[in-house]
């Protein structure tokens, strides 16, 4: 039998704090954002309830290989996400897509979802650099 979670002020402010950002940010910083309005907050209820929340399908896991796991709450609109080499920003994009390619890896495999991660440079460097380089 699944246990039933209590609702939680923290956890709902976690929520909340991810909704409303578009930054996809990491634990310590969705830790700075809480602690605000819950100065007692531990990190370790941070990671806690992002795992529950995750575990609930209300916010996904964006991981873009800089050593730090990054949120997203962006749920109810499919997308995929850019990682500017330059500044570090993790951008949403337009959904790219990819379902011939996903229908036509192997009859071996059954896909049942993706995460599609570009690398690259965000609006504000594509502009800022391309004069210098």
């Known amino acids: 039998m699944e246990k039933k979670l209590k609702n939680s002020d923290r956890r709902n402010a ?3 704090v991810l909704e409303n950002t ?6 310590n910083w969705i830790y700075e954002q809480v602690k605000e309005m819950y100065p007692d907050l531990g990190l370790a209820t941070v990671y806690r309830n992002l ?9 996904f896991l964006v991981e873009v290989g800089d050593g730090l796991d ?13 990682y500017c080499k330059k500044c570090g920003a993790i951008c949403d994009v337009e959904s790219i897509p990819i379902g011939e390619l996903v229908e ?5 495999v059954s896909v049942e979802s993706y995460n599609l ?17």
């Open 14 to 16: 976690i929520l909340q």
């Open 22 to 27: 578009t930054c996809h940010p990491s634990a």
């Open 51 to 59: 795992k529950i929340l995750l575990q609930q399908k209300k916010i």
């Open 70 to 82: 990054h949120y997203d709450a962006n749920i109810h609109i499919p997308h995929d996400h850019i």
């Open 104 to 108: 036509n890896v192997s009859d071996d």
């Open 117 to 133: 991660i570009l690398f690259g440079k965000c609006k504000e460097c594509k502009h800022k650099f391309a004069v210098n380089e």
